[in-house]
């Protein structure tokens, strides 16, 4: 499909349904029919986030999210927050380390409207003075709420001691101070800097129509046809760490972890099994393990998360003061007997099946497919369709398995933080932390 305005093209060897389009000014839409549902989700994604900021500015990211939500040209912020409520649809926005997303799910008729909502917001936000320092307060109000919840600092204490000093580290809704300078110039020109079309990419997926979006597009996110500022990202050290910060807490709350690699590096797929063998659900070692048989705590699973040039593995749980030590040995213990290939081919095999099945079954969510193929853009450039995703999972072997676990699970890289009532001398006689 090509026009004198837009480039496009049906990726060979993909989905039929699957379309991108490249625009003059370097937009980049990359959209999925799927004809048997009633919804779309839409989604405007900038690739910018709080590894991009300044240490004085971090936090102006999620900022700026909140604050085109005030009020446009022609809407009020109330008005903005019926528009498509109005219909049954749904209109929000996040940010996180590395990019910004304005999204809507609604009716496929109304897809229209959720672009239009989405343009506006975007290209006349009026960023009053006085709303800024309204929200302020909301943003300040909403750090406090974090720092209520271990269980979600937790994680903001993690990256800073995983990150150390780099930007990746940051926390992506800023620290106190930092929120209380921020100014409409600043909102301004950072906007201005950041949000060009070239680091911009549109998704859309569900029961659409792919020229009809391209033209709503075209015509209503008229942006400069511009080279853009180029996204400059230096990459982040990690190095090993062990940071404590005592609070008043029933429990103790942990998050140890370590540097993996980015989304396009060919170990992602045997990373991602691994993940599901360590703590990735009921069946995992570490819920069997600690919890089921030896009863030391509630919550334990792992996680990994992809940038565009590292990522992480991470393992989280909370136990009370005096189960700290047995309950992060038994965690070593179980990261060891990987590295020593102490793994079966039906333990290998349930992994894949457990992964492919929540791959699958995210699928018939229109948002989550939404997100899929606009991160596959962000982090490699090109759709990655089921059947090859499907593929790669079948293809792991132990070897592979065995072989990511001693890439990753280096003590001399991991990093262990703790919140709670915890000190140094929980770790005493655990040979990863002498």
Same mark, same amino acid.
């Given at each position: 499909?090509?026009?004198?305005?837009?480039?496009?093209?049906?990726?060979?060897?993909?989905?039929?349904?699957?379309?991108?389009?490249?625009?003059?000014?370097?937009?980049?839409?990359?959209?999925?029919?799927?004809?048997?549902?009633?919804?779309?989700?839409?989604?405007?994604?900038?690739?910018?986030?709080?590894?991009?900021?300044?240490?004085?500015?971090? /936090?102006?990211?999620?900022?700026?999210?909140?604050?085109?939500?005030?009020?446009?040209?022609?809407?009020?912020?109330?008005?903005?927050?019926?528009?498509?409520?109005?219909? /049954?649809?749904?209109?929000?926005?996040?940010?996180?380390?590395?990019?910004?997303?304005?999204?809507?799910?609604?009716?496929?008729?109304?897809?229209?409207?959720?672009?239009?909502?989405?343009?506006?917001?975007?290209?006349?936000?009026?960023?009053?003075?006085?709303?800024?320092?309204?929200?302020?307060?909301?943003?300040?109000?909403?750090?406090?709420?974090?720092?209520?919840?271990?269980?979600?600092?937790?994680?903001?204490?993690?990256?800073?001691?995983?990150?150390?000093?780099?930007?990746?580290?940051?926390?992506?809704?800023?620290?106190?101070?930092?929120?209380?300078?921020?100014?409409?110039?600043?909102?301004?020109?950072?906007?201005?800097?950041?949000?060009?079309?070239?680091?911009?990419?549109?998704?859309?997926?569900? @029961?659409?129509?792919?020229?009809?979006?391209?033209?709503?597009?075209?015509?209503?996110?008229?942006?400069?046809?511009?080279?853009?500022?180029?996204?400059?990202?230096?990459?982040?050290?990690?190095?090993?760490?062990?940071?404590?910060?005592?609070?008043?807490?029933?429990?103790?709350? +942990?998050? +140890?972890?370590?540097?993996?690699?980015?989304?396009?590096?060919?170990?992602?797929?045997?990373?991602?099994? +691994?993940? @599901?063998?360590?703590?990735?659900?009921?069946?995992?070692?570490?819920?069997?393990?600690?919890?089921?048989?030896?009863?030391?705590?509630?919550?334990?699973?792992?996680?990994?998360?992809?940038?565009?040039?590292?990522?992480?593995?991470?393992?989280?749980?909370?136990?009370?003061?005096?189960?700290?030590?047995?309950?992060?040995?038994?965690?070593?213990?179980?990261?060891?007997? +990987?590295?020593?290939?102490?793994?079966?081919?039906?333990?290998?095999?349930?992994?894949?099946?457990?992964?492919?099945?929540?791959?699958?079954?995210?699928?018939?969510?229109?948002?989550?497919?939404?997100?899929?193929?606009?991160?596959?853009?962000?982090?490699?450039?090109?759709?990655? @369709?089921?059947?090859?995703?499907?593929?790669?999972?079948?293809?792991?072997?132990?070897?592979?398995?065995?072989?990511?676990?001693?890439?990753?699970?280096?003590?001399?890289?991991?990093?262990?933080?703790?919140?709670?009532?915890?000190?140094? /001398?929980?770790?005493?006689?655990?040979?990863?932390?002498?």
């Amino acid at each position: 499909m090509t026009n004198k305005r837009a480039k496009g093209m049906s990726l060979r060897g993909h989905s039929e349904s699957f379309k991108k389009t490249i625009l003059p000014n370097g937009l980049r839409i990359v959209a999925e029919k799927i004809p048997h549902v009633r919804s779309v989700s839409f989604g405007v994604w900038v690739d910018v986030g709080s590894r991009d900021e300044k240490l004085e500015k971090n /936090g102006i990211s999620h900022f700026a999210e909140h604050m085109v939500f005030k009020g446009t040209k022609t809407r009020s912020a109330q008005q903005i927050a019926q528009s498509l409520e109005s219909v /049954g649809g749904h209109l929000n926005a996040f940010t996180s380390r590395e990019q910004t997303c304005y999204y809507a799910k609604v009716l496929d008729e109304n897809l229209p409207q959720a672009v239009e909502i989405i343009a506006d917001i975007l290209r006349n936000s009026v960023l009053r003075e006085e709303d800024v320092k309204k929200e302020k307060k909301v943003i300040l109000e909403e750090i406090k709420d974090v720092a209520d919840s271990p269980a979600e600092m937790i994680h903001d204490l993690f990256a800073l001691s995983l990150w150390s000093n780099h930007s990746l580290g940051y926390p992506v809704m800023g620290k106190a101070k930092s929120v209380r300078g921020f100014s409409r110039t600043d909102l301004v020109s950072f906007m201005r800097h950041n949000y060009s079309p070239r680091r911009i990419v549109v998704a859309a997926s569900g @029961n659409l129509e792919h020229q009809r979006l391209i033209q709503d597009i075209e015509t209503l996110f008229p942006f400069r046809t511009d080279r853009g500022r180029s996204l400059q990202r230096s990459s982040p050290r990690a190095a090993k760490n062990v940071r404590f910060k005592r609070k008043k807490t029933a429990q103790v709350h +942990l998050c +140890l972890g370590f540097p993996s690699f980015p989304f396009s590096d060919p170990g992602r797929p045997a990373l991602s099994v +691994l993940n @599901n063998i360590v703590g990735a659900g009921m069946s995992s070692r570490l819920f069997q393990k600690v919890r089921e048989e030896k009863s030391l705590v509630y919550t334990i699973y792992s996680y990994i998360d992809f940038y565009q040039d590292t990522g992480i593995l991470g393992i989280y749980y909370a136990t009370s003061e005096r189960q700290i030590r047995q309950a992060l040995s038994l965690v070593i213990e179980e990261l060891e007997n +990987l590295k020593a290939g102490k793994l079966s081919e039906s333990e290998l095999t349930g992994a894949k099946n457990q992964l492919k099945g929540q791959l699958m079954l995210g699928l018939e969510s229109t948002s989550n497919r939404m997100h899929r193929i606009a991160k596959h853009e962000l982090l490699v450039g090109r759709f990655i @369709n089921l059947d090859e995703s499907l593929n790669l999972i079948d293809g792991v072997t132990i070897e592979e398995v065995v072989a990511v676990a001693n890439r990753v699970f280096d003590p001399e890289r991991s990093c262990l933080a703790g919140l709670g009532p915890v000190n140094r /001398g929980s770790l005493n006689g655990l040979s990863w932390f002498k």
